[in-house]
């Protein structure tokens, strides 16, 4: 597993650290949870992309004339 280190502003650190404790998790959990809805959902977003450009390819290059 990598390490990341970043800088972030006091306040949003602290808001992070408030949202972890309300949550019962430490800041740490939070943050990978964060980042795998991050990647699903880009993930998702990208493999319907493809699948509508594909599917109407024809279309798209049928108005571009």
Known sequence: ????????????????????????????SLLQRITDDFLTRNESFEAAAKYVLGKNAELYRRLAR
């Open 1 to 28: 597993m990598s390490s990341l280190t970043f800088q972030l502003p006091e306040e949003k650190a602290d808001r992070l650290t408030q949202a972890a404790k309300e949550l019962g998790v430490p800041v740490e």
